[in-house]
């Protein structure tokens, strides 16, 4: 039971290029959002920015260049109005393909 | 016979309190399973520094952690001085400075050479290569990312490297152990793995007394998070391959 095949093996992928990374992405309701900016203060991989003055000051993903959001979900943790929601986990081609991985789901009581 | 008199009878817990040591299908989360699913890595600290007996005590809990063959292949070290830890983060924002010109393809004026380093050292340091300390070493070097995130308490967790079978996996589970009592006891934690770059300097060496046996392998920034980072999210499912009854199947 081969779990990559030999071509991905041997081929590791340029993490700049969309054809082979995806990023995580996060979802941010400007409804509830206050720009408090919190999130964009703990975020590992600085990919979170708060932009906007007064009632307009809400926090942004970057976007453009390859963001480096893990999806980490800290910044929903951190959220204290829940506006941020991790839509999309991050995946990459070749050799650092995950595998076995599900949705995503809060913890579940068995 | 009469030691047994002395068990004290608990009194049963009240409606809608989690228990301890029992289970029954979909009851409430119990404290310990509460504080593993609420911990989360904390990222900016308050300058507030942490009593030095409650550094004590979570270290008292890494005493106690099951280790391969009781080798207890781990040494700890507290440093608690905040210009030493802006040294430390100095000395790794340098080091990955200079990673990211020679690995950063998109960046180093070596251009080519550097994707035929960045290429050849995934193949040699998977690990160390994956993407996202890659990028992790670029936001570093660019000054976008702390190492130390203004802890006023940072913890060193040393290798013994002659340690019975896996001493790496015996150092993570005694870091796991501090990690889960911290946040129990109201702190933040994170595990800071690029400390693993003071090695590679002479001076950091010497200062640090990294030499046979010991081997740097972790760091662990501790202290009052700022705003509540703690809390409950959501995670990816993993498949779990499950044998029973002589069948096979694939739970999720």
Same mark, same amino acid.
């Given at each position: 039971?081969?779990y990559l095949t030999w071509k991905e093996r041997l081929k590791i992928p340029t993490y700049d290029n969309p054809e082979y990374a995806r990023s995580g992405r996060v979802v941010i309701?400007?409804? !509830?959002?206050?720009?408090?900016?919190?999130?964009?203060?703990?975020?590992?991989?600085?990919?979170?920015?708060?932009?906007?003055?007064?009632?307009?000051? !809400?926090?942004?993903?970057?976007?453009g260049e390859f963001p480096d959001c893990m999806s980490c979900n800290d910044c929903a943790a951190m959220c204290e109005r829940n506006a941020i929601t991790v839509s999309q986990t991050?995946?990459?081609?070749?050799?650092?393909?995950?595998?076995?991985?599900?949705?995503?789901?809060?913890?579940?009581?068995? | 016979?009469?030691?047994?008199?002395?068990?004290?009878?608990?009194?049963?817990?009240?409606?809608?309190? +989690?228990?301890?040591?029992?289970?029954?299908?979909?009851?409430?989360? &119990?404290?310990?399973?509460?504080?593993?699913?609420? /911990?989360?890595?904390?990222?900016?600290?308050?300058?507030?520094?942490?009593?030095?007996?409650?550094?004590?005590?979570?270290?008292?809990?890494? /005493?106690? =952690?099951?280790?391969?063959? &009781?080798?207890?292949?781990?040494?700890?070290?507290?440093?608690?001085?905040?210009?030493?830890?802006?040294?430390?983060?100095?000395?790794?924002?340098?080091?990955?400075?200079?990673?990211?010109?020679?690995?950063?393809?998109?960046?180093?004026?070596?251009?080519?050479? +550097?994707?035929?380093? =960045?290429?050849?050292?995934?193949?040699?340091?998977? &690990?160390?290569?994956?993407?996202?300390?890659?990028?992790?070493?670029?936001?570093?070097?660019?000054?976008?990312?702390?190492?130390?995130?203004? =802890?006023?308490?940072?913890?060193?967790?040393?290798?013994?490297?002659?340690?019975?079978?896996?001493?790496?996996?015996?150092?993570?589970?005694? #870091?796991? &152990?501090?990690?889960l009592a911290a946040h129990s006891l109201g702190l933040g934690t994170c595990w800071i793995g690029f400390v693993e770059l003071l090695k590679y300097g002479i001076k950091w060496r010497?200062?640090? #007394?990294?030499?046979?046996?010991?081997?740097? +392998?972790?760091?662990?920034?501790?202290?009052?998070?700022?705003?509540?980072?703690?809390?409950?999210?959501?995670?990816?499912? /993993?498949?779990?391959?499950?044998?029973?009854?002589?069948?096979?199947?694939?739970?999720?």
């Open positions: 039971m081969a309701d400007h409804g !509830k959002c206050n720009g408090c900016g919190n999130c964009a203060l703990i975020c590992p991989g600085a990919c979170l920015y708060v932009a906007g003055v007064g009632k307009n000051k !809400k926090c942004y993903l970057m976007e991050y995946d990459f081609g070749y050799f650092y393909k995950i595998l076995h991985r599900g949705e995503l789901s809060p913890p579940r009581r068995f | 016979m009469t030691e047994k008199l002395d068990i004290e009878v608990k009194p049963a817990t009240a409606e809608g309190e +989690a228990k301890m040591y029992t289970w029954e299908e979909g009851m409430d989360w &119990n404290p310990v399973e509460k504080v593993i699913l609420e /911990r989360r890595s904390t990222r900016k600290y308050k300058d507030k520094q942490v009593p030095e007996a409650l550094i004590r005590r979570i270290l008292e809990m890494a /005493r106690f =952690a099951p280790s391969a063959g &009781n080798s207890q292949p781990w040494r700890f070290m507290v440093i608690r001085d905040k210009k030493m830890i802006e040294d430390m983060e100095r000395y790794v924002r340098l080091r990955c400075k200079i990673l990211k010109f020679f690995l950063d393809w998109r960046t180093s004026p070596l251009g080519k050479l +550097a994707w035929l380093y =960045a290429q050849m050292g995934a193949r040699i340091m998977p &690990n160390d290569m994956h993407p996202i300390p890659m990028s992790a070493i670029g936001l570093i070097a660019d000054g976008k990312l702390d190492l130390f995130h203004g =802890a006023p308490t940072v913890i060193l967790i040393f290798k013994d490297k002659r340690g019975a079978a896996k001493p790496e996996v015996d150092v993570g589970i005694c #870091g796991q &152990n501090m990690v010497r200062k640090l #007394g990294i030499s046979f046996p010991y081997d740097l +392998a972790e760091g662990m920034a501790i202290g009052y998070p700022v705003a509540h980072p703690d809390g409950m999210i959501e995670r990816e499912l /993993r498949e779990i391959e499950w044998y029973e009854g002589s069948q096979w199947k694939t739970v999720l």
